[in-house]
């Protein structure tokens, strides 16, 4: 009955796992509906278009479906339930009867016939509690192992700021490619470019011709699919690792992050002990330090709606800060 007991919790476990994960997709969905219904940035759209109802149909309709698998999860759970409980249910009934059998043939006391079906209910009901610990336990393993095999893979972790040089005297891409996972075709082919130091250069192309990848390759937020990128440096260096911390960038849909104005800035480089000087001069490069310095609370201010005291920065004013 154990054995049985053990085989169903397996069974159920690779059941819970099968249904989370085929359910991945659609919660991720659910959770992104969910968040546009509610959150400022797509409110303001959706009050001017009257794209409410449409929105939550859409979710109501994922939410629907959801009940459909879960309905369909419980009844297999139960059945494979009832095959276990069955299993156990015919052991005690066959350990009673035994028990029975030898009390009436006076092998035993009717005493010790009490304790041994006691002991005998007992060990059933520990043996439940051992084979739900055992089910969770591979339950739980399953999901360990899309994790680490998600950790492992390229990419997934950054790397810490190198520590190198701070300014590289020309970083350059050596016939480069880059490849999107499941894209069709290659974004970049063969691209060499270098950049010097103080240069100023524009990439002009149109729409998914590939500049912002070639940006984020000089940034070194992508690894090339071929080719590589090599910073140089005045002295006798030459490093083609991806370099966290020594180029930055402004991207067009920057972060807002809603902590103080002076941490906004210290973001920027966080490796760096807190200099309140030095981001009094990065707000001042940046043309933020008018409109900003006349906050309440100064570089202490908390930015942003999402928590009691914040208070909101106009578009401009945040493009000025994530400059800064």
């Known amino acids: 009955a154990g054995l ?52 939550i149909d859409r979710h109501e309709r994922l939410q629907a479906e959801r009940l459909r698998q879960v309905h369909k999860l419980v009844r297999r759970r139960i059945a494979n339930d009832l095959i276990g409980n069955v299993a156990l249910a015919v052991a005690l009934v066959g350990v009673f009867a035994v028990i029975a059998v030898r009390a009436r043939d006076g092998d035993i006391e009717l005493a010790d016939a009490a304790v041994a079906a006691l002991t005998a209910q007992q060990l059933a009901g520990r043996l439940q509690s051992i084979v739900t610990s055992l089910s969770q336990l591979h339950e739980s393993t399953l999901f360990l192992e899309d994790l680490t095999t998600f950790i492992g893979s390229p990419g997934v972790v950054p790397p810490d700021p190198t520590g190198l040089p701070p300014q590289p005297s020309e970083i350059s891409l050596e016939s480069v490619s880059y490849h999107y996972p499941d894209a069709p075709s290659e974004a970049l082919s063969d691209v060499s470019l270098s950049i010097r130091a103080g240069e100023v250069v524009a990439l002009v192309g149109e729409n998914g011709s590939g500049k912002s990848t070639v940006a984020k390759l000089f940034a070194g937020l992508y690894p090339p699919t071929e080719g590589r990128v090599v910073a140089h440096y005045d002295e006798p260096t030459e490093v083609t690792e991806p370099q966290t911390g020594v180029v930055s960038a402004l991207f067009q849909d920057f972060a807002r992050y809603e902590v103080t104005l002076s941490e906004n800035v210290w973001l920027g480089a966080p490796w760096r002990d807190r200099d309140d000087a030095v981001i009094e001069q990065a707000l001042a490069k940046s043309g933020a330090d008018a409109a900003l310095g006349r906050l309440p609370d100064g570089l202490d201010s908390r930015l942003g709606r999402r928590f009691k005291g914040g208070l909101d920065l106009s578009l401009g004013q945040w493009q000025r800060l994530a400059l800064a």
């Open 4 to 55: 049985v007991l053990i085989v169903v919790g397996f069974i159920q476990a690779r059941l819970q796992y099968a249904f989370e994960y085929g359910e991945t997709a659609a919660e991720r969905e659910r959770a992104y509906l969910r968040d546009a219904l509610t959150s400022r940035s797509e409110g303001k759209e959706i009050r001017l278009f009257g794209s409410r109802r449409l929105l």
